[in-house]
């Protein structure tokens, strides 16, 4: 008996308690329903709720699903629309800007002795292979990037509303697709190139005189020089990462990643990518038609000696040191910090 009793207590507690419970709301509905009389469809204060990002009921089971608006969503949006394409769309003309005025003004850099015909291997098939999957990958993934960010203002008024939604849907296929490819390639090669890029104390040197491209004269420097190390370690590793990891969250947003985390990863993916392409400009150019035989070394593997001296002295010796045709004796070091 007793225990019937005790039970009944505890039930009537709790229906008390679960009655207060759901009190704070009845202002609220009870001033709906008013206006509903009142001022039938003015929803106002709903949309105010809504709109401040407030979680309302949904019978639907699932995550975020009581958010009908994400206030962060405005956020990201402004920011997007706002600085990241402005600042971000500048950053990339100004670096296209100064390398074509550099390159105009100054020309290549050409080599100061004559080719002596020996060859020196500078990349194994592996490097190149590795390197040429991430250029072929990068290029397309940046050309397809930036049509998603400058797309619609730039693209769209030169090729029509059609062609654009046509390239538009081909890009993010692209880019769906070359974005692991590019991680793949990224995996390979940073074990590959990372011991090369450590940096030495006569790359604070060649930093200093800007590598020679202000007077055209030659740096001595290791296998990579300091401009080199620094694409390596800020570009390939630093923006490699941010890409390729906001990216696959992206790609797979069937993690139970909330919109938040999305919009999140999203501006660090734009930003990562961005910087990347603005790095990768200065890349490109230095492999291409900056300087005489440069290409040719990533192309064919193999540079000739000439070219190896003027470029990568120390790097020259220990290539030449490997083949057993080490410094002739008593050829003084080049400089101090030549090791
Ligand atoms: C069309 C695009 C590209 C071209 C034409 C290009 C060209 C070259 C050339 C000619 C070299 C050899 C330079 C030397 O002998 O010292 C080189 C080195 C290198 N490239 Fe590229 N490249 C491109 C894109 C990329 C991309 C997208 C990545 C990485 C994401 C990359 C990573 C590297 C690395 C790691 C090296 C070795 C030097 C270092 O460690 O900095 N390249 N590239």
């Known amino acids: 008996m007793r225990a019937a009793v005790a039970f009944l207590l505890a039930l009537l507690v709790c229906g008390a308690a679960a009655a207060q419970g759901s009190q704070p709301d009845e202002p609220r509905v009870k001033a709906q329903q008013e206006r509903e009389i009142t001022q039938p469809l003015n929803n106002a204060p709903v949309w105010r709720q809504i709109r401040g990002g407030e979680p309302g009921y949904i019978a639907m089971p699932g995550q975020e699903y009581g958010q009908a608006i994400m206030a962060s969503g405005e956020t990201w949006r402004e920011f997007r629309n706002g600085p990241l394409t402005v600042w971000g769309g500048w950053l990339i003309v100004l ?144 923006a490699g990462i941010v890409v390729s ?31 990347f392409i603005a790095i990768g400009l200065g890349h490109i150019y230095l492999g291409t038609i900056a300087m005489q035989g440069a290409y040719a070394a990533m192309r064919l593997g193999k540079v000739d000696e000439t070219w190896a001296k003027e470029h990568h002295l120390y790097w020259y010796h220990e290539a030449k040191a490997r083949r057993g045709e080490a410094r002739p004796r008593g050829q003084p070091a080049q400089s101090r910090s030549e090791p």
């Open 95 to 238: 670096v296209a800007l100064a390398i074509l005025a550099y390159y105009f003004s100054k020309g290549q850099m050409k080599l100061h002795e004559p080719l002596t015909g020996r060859d020196l291997e500078r990349f194994s098939v592996l490097e190149r292979g590795t390197h040429w999957v991430a250029a072929a990958s990068f290029v397309i993934l940046a050309l397809t990037g930036l049509t998603f960010l400058f797309g619609k203002h730039l693209l769209m008024p030169l090729i029509g509303h059609l062609a654009f939604s046509w390239w538009a849907t081909a890009a993010k296929a692209l880019h769906n697709t070359f974005g692991p490819i590019f991680i793949l390639s990224l995996l390979l090669m940073i074990p590959l190139y990372a011991k090369d890029n450590l940096w030495r104390p006569y790359d604070w040197m060649w930093l200093r005189r800007l590598g020679g491209f202000a007077d055209h004269k030659d740096v001595p420097s290791g296998r990579y020089n300091a401009g080199e190390k620094i694409w390596f370690w800020l570009g390939v590793m630093l």
């Open 245 to 275: 990891v906001s990216g696959l969250v992206l790609l797979f947003p069937n993690f139970g990643q909330q919109r938040e985390t999305i919009q999140l990863f999203h501006a660090a993916h734009t930003i990562a990518a961005v910087g």
